[in-house]
């Protein structure tokens, strides 16, 4: 069955630092994928898409790689500071519009 | 431009009753998706409703069934609730034939005592 995955561990970095997240996916091959940002409680925020045909997608400190080789989509987030430290969900797109979310991986900064 | 709402906030209820939760679509959208998302998980696709029809539906029992209305608006029935029922439950709205962003909803915390 398609699967995707995410590290379940949080991710501890200081200020300042770069963040990356990985997402990986199985035993299917996603047109694109999206990258959300979800605080407690709250509904998640789409931050990115990057399609399978692009290498690289930036948005301000946000950089998303794909890489169909590999199977797996690197997220970044440059110069991180406190304010970023959330739930970072990866999702791909199946048939329609329905979504395939990973389980996040927790991102706490510290100053 | 009002975003995507959901009503209620929060939710308790007991094993076996029955839950209505509600959701409003982001203007100018007319597809709504509900995701189910337990803690420390990420969101679980229940069902999409476009055209006031269910269009796909997740891995999920006939307990949950939907609505959507004219105005595009949307409603998730739970039946027979469950412990294991107690999530977040999410709706998401988006553009038919639009392979883009979905807009969340602030969730509906439901709690099944």
């Known amino acids: 069955s398609q699967k995707i995955e995410q590290n379940s561990e949080a991710l501890n970095i200081q200020e300042g630092k770069t963040a990356t997240l990985t997402c990986n996916y199985t035993?299917?091959?996603?047109?694109?994928l999206q990258w959300y940002r979800q605080d407690p409680g709250r509904g998640p925020v789409f931050l990115l898409l990057?399609?399978?045909?692009?290498k690289e997608k930036r948005k301000e400190r946000l950089k998303v790689t794909f890489d169909t080789t590999l199977k797996q989509s690197l997220f970044h987030i440059t110069a991180s500071q406190p304010a970023d430290s959330a739930t970072y969900l990866c999702?791909?797109?199946?048939?329609?519009?329905?979504?395939?979310f990973g389980g996040g991986t927790r991102l706490m900064v510290k100053p | 431009d009002a975003g995507v709402t959901q009503s209620p906030t929060h939710l308790i209820k007991t094993r076996g009753q029955q839950v209505t939760l509600r959701c409003s679509p982001k203007?100018?959208?007319?597809?709504v998706s509900w995701y189910q998302q337990a803690l420390g998980q990420g969101p679980q696709f229940i069902f999409q409703?476009?055209?006031?029809?269910?269009?796909q539906r997740g891995n999920f029992p006939d307990r949950f069934s939907g609505h959507q209305f004219p105005n595009y608006s949307s409603e998730l029935n739970v039946n027979a609730l469950l412990l294991g029922d107690s999530a977040l439950y999410l709706c998401?709205?988006?553009?038919?034939?639009?392979?883009?962003?979905?807009?969340f909803g602030p969730g509906t915390r439901l709690t099944v005592l």
């Open positions: 409703y476009y055209e006031e029809e269910e269009r």
């Open positions: 035993n299917y091959s996603p047109a694109y």
């Open positions: 998401a709205s988006s553009l038919m034939g639009v392979t883009d962003t979905q807009y």
């Open positions: 990057i399609r399978e045909n692009e």
């Open positions: 999702a791909s797109h199946n048939a329609g519009n329905m979504l395939t």
């Open positions: 203007s100018g959208h007319d597809t």
